[in-house]
Each structure stands twice: as C-alpha cells, then as structure tokens.
C-alpha cells in the first residue's frame, strides 16, 4: 500500500492529454509547476506586475510568484482585491480558492484558478487561461489545465477484502461490484479477478451466496473449507479471521494463520497487512499486549 500523486494536464483547445504519476505531493507540484512555466512565460506577466503602479499590483505579483513555486497557496494574507477593472485585478471566492486575473488597456490577459473538490483527499484543479500571451512555447495555445489527486495504491492483496466489504443483502452482479470498489477506494479490479475471490471468500466461510440476481452477504459464517492452500493475496483475510477482541502479538497472529489455515507469513507481511487493514476501514487497535480489532 502506497499513496501517490496523479497528474492529469492538457493544453488547450484539443491539445493532447497527459498523465504522470509521482511519490510525493511536493515532486507532483513542482513537475506541474514546470508545465506550466513551460507553457508559458508567467515571468513576463510578473514583471509587468511590479512595474505596475496600482497599490494592488506588487502584492499581487508576489502571491502568483508563491503560487507558481510548488503549486500551493501561501500561508501569508491574502491581498486585498482590486476594483478598478483596467488596472490589475486579485479576486478570490472564498468557495473555490482563487482566481487571479491581469488586464491593463490592452494588455494581454492572464487568469488562473485553484479550486478544491470536496476534502483534502479528494482532486483539485489549477486552470491557467490567457490571451494574447506574452510568450508561449505552442501555438494557439489558449489554456493550460491540471488536476491533480491523491491516489493510495492499495496492492492487489486489498481486493477480496474489498470485495468483502462491498457486499450486502442486496444482490450485485460482478459489473456492480467492479463499479462499487472502483467509486469507494478508486481501484481498478476485473471480472476474473472478482470472481476468484468471491469463491476465495466462501473458501474460508463466509456467507457469500448467488442468485440469479447476482451475490450477495447472508447467513451465518460457517467453517473454512480444508486442503486449501491459499496465495498472499488471502493473508489479509486470514488475519482478519484470527483476529478478535483479545489482544495478540504479531507472534501470535502468525502461529493462529498456520495453525487454522496451513499459511505461513511473516512478522512484515503481519504489519503491512495490519495497516491495509486500518485503512480499508477495520478498527484495529494495538495495546502493548498486542493487536486486536474494535468491531
């Protein structure tokens, strides 16, 4: 399980869409940050801004200067907005983030927007238009826009575990499931492999049933089937299974796994799957006398 940062760019109007992923939010921001003064000269609009006069324009030419390092919003105060339409213009909307505009006469113009898309975790958007550009690296280039999310890479070993939690009482076909999982933990998974770990899932007894409708959660648990020998991707299942209110220590986990289930794992994969675990959503709690799970 790791987290990275996924960027989505294109120049507009029908210029081609490319994709990046990076580790870090800093490397993400600073690669589209390049992008950007790749794209176009912003340099030339900053310097017409400090030579501007309006009492607005110095502050204005340091905040995008900010902006355009990495991509994130100073932590100083905001400007103040300016009303006067021909002279430099920094208005906010305190809903969207930003939104920065120069015009002066017939200067060219350039605006740019930062807006948020729900929580912290969830995609923002940097959007740069301009007209007339001072200098620009592509012709008829009007636009450049960028989105960049946060993504975690939950690993293949997540997927019956998804697939666990994505079931109810009410029945769903393999394309809903599919669709259940890609909408709640943005993860792709395919129908063969859905399919493998739903008989995974009754493998070890839980009540999955199919109906002409599709599968679906019902019934008690009844006892995991024997002579099963079962690949890392079933561990973190495993561990759920071993795990219960009284603590136990990462020891203890992997003695009950081989013991229940002929599966060997070591002390890492305990932990890693422990994390996964937490952030597929589980209550594990750790106490000094080991793990256990807050149901």
């Known amino acids: 399980m790791k987290t990275e940062w996924i960027c989505k760019w294109q120049l507009m109007p029908g210029g081609q869409k490319h994709t990046a992923t990076y580790p870090s939010q800093s ?10 003064t790749d794209t176009v000269d912003l340099q030339k609009y900053i310097h017409a801004l400090r030579n501007d006069e309006g009492e607005d324009c110095g502050s204005s030419a ?9 991509l994130t919003m100073p932590e100083s105060e905001f400007p103040d907005c300016c009303d006067v339409p021909d ?36 995609p923002y958007v940097i959007s740069f238009n301009y007209e007339n550009p001072i200098s620009i690296s ?17 690993g293949t070993s997540a997927y019956p575990v998804m697939i666990l939690l994505a079931l109810d ?32 899932l009754q493998n070890l007894g839980f009540p999955v049933q199919h109906g002409p409708d599709g599968y679906y959660y019902d019934g008690e648990k009844q006892a995991p089937k024997t002579g099963i020998k079962y690949s890392p991707s079933a561990y973190p299942l495993l561990i759920l299974q071993v795990l219960g209110k ?33 952030a597929l959503g589980y209550h594990i709690q750790e106490r000094d006398d080991g793990y256990y799970i807050d149901k």
């Open 27 to 36: 490397e993400a921001q600073k690669a589209m940050a390049k992008v950007l």
């Open 62 to 70: 340091a905040f995008l200067e900010g902006f355009l390092s990495d």
């Open 87 to 122: 002279h430099c213009m920094f208005a906010f909307d305190s809903c969207d983030g930003f939104r920065w505009g120069y015009m002066r006469g017939e200067c060219p113009y350039l605006s740019a927007g930062y807006v948020y898309e729900g929580d912290e975790n969830e």
């Open 138 to 154: 592509r012709d008829r280039v009007n636009a450049v826009e960028i989105r960049i999310r946060k993504h975690i890479n939950y």
């Open 169 to 200: 009482q009410c029945a769903q076909t393999q394309e809903q499931i599919i669709h259940k999982i890609s909408e709640t933990w943005d993860t792709s998974i395919d129908r063969k492999a859905v399919g493998r770990h739903l008989q995974l």
């Open 246 to 278: 009284t603590p136990q220590t990462k020891a203890g986990i992997i003695h009950a796994v081989q013991n229940q289930y002929g599966a060997k794992i070591d002390r890492k994969a305990v932990g890693r799957h422990l994390e996964l675990l937490h």
